[in-house]
């Protein structure tokens, strides 16, 4: 079953299955990839086109998203579901995008190097597979959402800075947890962590969601972004996470 969600991004809507939706990462990447976090993000309205890719991109809503943020880019969404490839290539078409938005089911593992996009953006599964864990054995198209079946976060890392040009940028969400694994593959890859910024899901929280920003080839140094606090403590969104909804 599938349902149709109005995203509040100038109109766009999104496809997503009955039951399940996007959320706030999705929401936080784009916002951080458009520098409204504090990030060094990407240029708005630029003369020329910017070629951005957005690996793991499930129904689109990043892709859509930092395409409005931005206003205009060239996009590319890659996708291992047939399914989650097939909501957003519908999802394109209905908000009359598919001039600069297209998407393509591939492994991670199987897109070509290039080295000619000025950005990717991705949110990668956050879990590793664990073989006994309910679900493993044959996952479904939400288990492999949220868990390295194929790629991991190397793999993720590997595929970005084979995409970027020199002095590329990749803007990453992910999990706190996982942050050792995120910088060593990152710096394996080439691509220099530059920018980090931590979120945390209400006042006093430890932090829940990470915020990367890399760029491919650059030199050490890496600056701390401030905290993004998501909810109040009633729990409602706070300010800040209402503005990069554009809700205020």
Do not use: W
Request: aromatic share 6%.
């Amino acid at each position: 079953m599938e349902r149709i969600d109005d995203t509040g991004f100038g109109g766009i809507r999104v496809i997503q299955n009955k039951g399940s939706g996007y959320g706030v990462d999705a929401v936080l990447l784009a916002a951080f990839a458009a520098g409204e976090t504090g990030a060094k993000g990407l240029p708005k309205g630029s003369a020329a086109p910017l070629s951005i890719a957005d690996l793991g991109t499930g129904c689109g809503v990043a892709a859509f998203i930092l395409h409005h943020k931005l206003g205009g880019a060239v996009m590319t969404g890659y996708d291992i579901s047939a399914n989650a490839v097939d909501r957003a290539q519908r999802a394109c078409v209905m908000n009359g995008l598919e001039e600069d938005i297209s998407f393509i089911c591939t492994d991670i593992n199987d897109i070509e190097a290039s080295a000619v996009l000025d950005a990717v953006i991705t949110n990668p599964p956050y879990f590793r597979r664990t073989p006994d864990e309910p679900g493993a054995a044959e996952p479904d198209e939400r288990y492999i959402a949220r868990h390295e079946t194929t790629a991991d976060i190397s793999a993720f890392a590997e595929t970005s800075a084979g995409l970027l040009m020199d002095g590329g940028h990749l803007y990453m969400v992910h999990r706190p947890d996982r942050l050792a694994h995120i910088i060593s593959g990152l710096r394996d890859a080439g691509i220099e962590p530059k920018e980090m910024q931590f979120v945390v899901p209400k006042p006093g929280k430890a932090a829940n969601i990470v915020l990367i920003h890399g760029i491919k080839g650059a030199g050490a140094e890496l600056r701390m972004l401030p905290q993004i606090t998501v909810h109040t403590a009633d729990g409602g969104y706070t300010d800040e996470i209402l503005k990069y909804y554009e809700r205020v």
